[in-house]
């Protein structure tokens, strides 16, 4: 029996050497079985076969930021049991879609119905016109996922390990499929979806590009779109695109605010031009006596109303001055029946009227000294 000298770990096989072998110890190693090769799984068994869409924000954003999870939470969820079925044949970091709404989805299309709910997967795999696959980072955020989908919490899965999704919202849904729903010409996407943990065997029947409706329909290139990553969601908004927004929206402003000013002027124009004609007011007097009836001291009017009337005097020959002077004091004494005095320029003052030679009643007019005689004698008689 040959006696060991050493041990040489290859992978996760532990191998000795003896001590009676006579070759060197390189040629020991290299004589060892690979057990990466004859003793490990088939390479092609451990990864799909299908072709894997990744989302259209990927490249746009590189490497994304994977949770940090314990080996020992990892290992755990993967041990456990999903909806009924054991973890045998299953990967536990990809969810199974199925519905006739799988149908009228690009690939694009089905990213924004998982990002709709909160969940980010890192590629797709299609199975046929109306199931796909969805891959996640980790077994949690497939999990995550999961719960999200689901339409009602507790469902019991169907004979397939299925339970009923949640439908797909409006904002993804194609242009098309709007319209139609709009029409009533067809369901739409109003179709049972079904999701469950994916198994080993989803996977693409060989041909089933060339029997594929959708392709038929709308072609290879169909849901290449580069817009794709806002389809369902408003994209951020960075630096740029908001300045870019608020100038626009304030010259939309500006803009009603022109049209609003020409609307005010167009209105003043026409409302102007229905107005008759009205000549301009007069210019303000200089004269002091308006200005005083217009302060509320007198309420004779203006001085050319109060003199119009001695202009239109039926004696021409008498002065303006004369009567704005001693007309008020001509009334004050019995009017028309007393004559204007003479003025006397030794004294400096007015003199006062004298009576005409007769009196109102046609009797001759006395002097004061013959009043004065008449006065006397009738006292005398009295006595």
């Not at 080993?200 to 779109?225: I, N, P, T």
């Not at 003199?307 to 009567?323: F, G, P």
């Not at 007019?365 to 005398?380: H, P, Q, R, S, V």
């Amino acid at each position: 029996m040959d006696s060991l000298s050493s041990e040489v770990s290859l992978g996760n096989t532990t191998f000795g050497l003896s001590y009676d072998d006579n070759s060197t110890y390189e040629e020991q190693v290299a004589a060892l079985p690979d057990p990466l090769v004859n003793g490990g799984p088939d390479l092609a068994n451990r990864i799909s076969s299908n072709r894997i869409y990744l989302p259209p924000d990927s490249m746009a954003k590189g490497k994304r930021k994977r949770a940090d999870e314990e080996d020992e939470e990892v290992k755990m969820e993967e041990e456990e049991d999903v909806i009924g079925v054991t973890v045998d044949g299953l990967r536990p970091n990809a969810l199974y879609l199925q519905g006739s709404p799988i149908t009228h989805l690009p690939t694009n299309n089905i990213f924004a119905y998982s990002r709709h709910f909160g969940s980010n997967p890192v590629g797709l795999e299609w199975i046929d016109d109306s199931s796909c696959v969805l891959i996640f980072a980790t077994t949690a955020a497939c999990r995550t996922a999961l719960s999200a989908f689901s339409k009602t919490a507790g469902e019991e899965p169907d004979f397939d390990g299925c339970i009923t999704a949640k439908p797909i919202p409006l904002p993804v849904w194609p242009p098309e499929a709007r319209i139609n729903k709009s029409l009533g010409v067809t369901e739409g996407l109003e179709g049972r979806l079904l999701v469950r943990i994916a198994r080993m065997d989803d996977k693409k029947v060989r041909g089933a590009a060339k029997r594929s409706a959708f392709y038929q329909k709308h072609g290879k290139d169909a849901g290449k779109d580069p817009n794709a990553h806002t389809i369902g969601r408003v994209p951020d908004l960075d630096g740029a695109t908001k300045r870019r927004r608020v100038q626009e929206d304030d010259e939309e402003r500006r803009r009603q605010l022109d049209e609003e000013l020409d609307d005010f002027l167009r209105e003043g124009s026409d409302e102007a031009s229905n107005r008759s004609f009205s000549p301009p007011p007069s210019p303000p007097s200089k004269m002091r006596s308006d200005y005083i009836i217009e302060n509320g001291r007198g309420n004779r009017g203006s001085l050319l109303q109060r003199t119009s009337v001695l202009r239109n005097h039926d004696d021409a020959s008498e002065d303006l001055t004369t009567h704005h002077f001693e007309g008020p004091q001509r009334r004050r004494r019995g009017g028309r029946n007393w004559r204007h005095g003479d003025i006397d320029m030794d004294k400096g003052r007015r003199g006062r009227g004298v009576k005409s030679e007769k009196t109102r009643d046609g009797r001759p007019a006395k002097t004061a000294e013959e009043l004065d005689a008449e006065l006397e004698a009738f006292l005398n008689d009295k006595s």
